[in-house]
């Protein structure tokens, strides 16, 4: 799977939007973008993943770059309950072993 | 049941002890994983079972670790002769199906192991 860098921490204030973004460079064709986040004390959750285009659900929105050598997870509406560790993964579809880095720690501020 | 469920939720244990971690899988999810996370460190993949096909065991640090999944269904993962860089918190996820484009892992929250 293609190496993934994300900053290692970032703040952001409660109600804003929360950008964290996600250089993959050597990424191939074929290969997804996928995000996760782990709260204190739990199991990492799906959050949203993405291929070529700019992705949405209920939680966030994905952008991928035309080159898709680097994306962004938006977080709308921040709060309280979104300050977590947010990981970036890019996986060859159909592999199993999703390879978690150390990901970015996100702490949303009151 | 509704998630991924692990137990124990913390298991403390002597050096050289085995230990026994079991996750019970979302209800009709094929695919399980084990992973490990140490303190302050991301995710290392360990094992994974997709129905009753061969275990990928790639991810399994030494021949101490073995899992295994009764029925396609609940899994144990077992730690012979502990060691203390063992410690560490031993997460369970499943999902529906390998090859789903939208394949989604739900975990569970994990069992803390502590190796005195």
């Known amino acids: 799977d293609a190496k993934t860098t994300q900053p290692t921490s970032m703040d952001c204030a409660e109600g804003r939007a929360a950008n964290l973004p996600c250089n993959h460079s050597?990424?191939?064709?074929?290969?997804?973008v996928y995000w996760y986040r782990q709260i204190h004390s739990q199991g990492p959750q799906y959050i949203i993943h993405?291929?070529?285009n700019n992705e949405t659900n209920e939680m966030a929105s994905l952008i991928i770059t035309e080159d898709r050598k680097s994306s962004t997870l938006i977080l709308p509406h921040a709060t309280l309950r979104d300050t977590a560790v947010y990981y970036c993964?890019?996986?060859?579809?159909?592999?199993?072993?999703?390879?978690f880095g150390t990901g970015t720690r996100l702490t949303i501020i009151p | 049941g509704a998630g991924v469920s692990q137990s124990p939720s913390n298991k403390v244990t002597e050096k050289g002890k085995d230990v026994e971690l079991r996750c019970d899988p979302i209800?009709?999810?094929?695919?399980l994983y084990w992973y490990r996370q140490s303190l302050g460190q991301g995710l290392e993949f360990l094992i994974y079972?997709?129905?009753?096909?061969?275990?990928?065991k790639s991810g399994l640090p030494s021949d101490r670790f073995s899992a295994e999944r009764t029925g396609g269904s609940v899994s144990t993962l077992t730690i012979q002769r502990t060691q203390q860089e063992d410690s560490a918190v031993y997460l369970c996820?499943?999902?529906?199906?390998?090859?789903?484009?939208?394949?989604?892992?739900?975990f569970g929250s994990g069992t803390q192991l502590s190796v005195l």
């Open positions: 993405g291929l070529k």
């Open positions: 996820a499943s999902s529906l199906e390998r090859m789903a484009t939208n394949e989604k892992l739900f």
């Open positions: 079972f997709q129905g009753n096909s061969a275990p990928d």
């Open positions: 993964i890019v996986r060859y579809f159909g592999n199993e072993k999703l390879t």
């Open positions: 050597t990424i191939s064709g074929n290969e997804y």
């Open positions: 209800s009709g999810h094929t695919a």
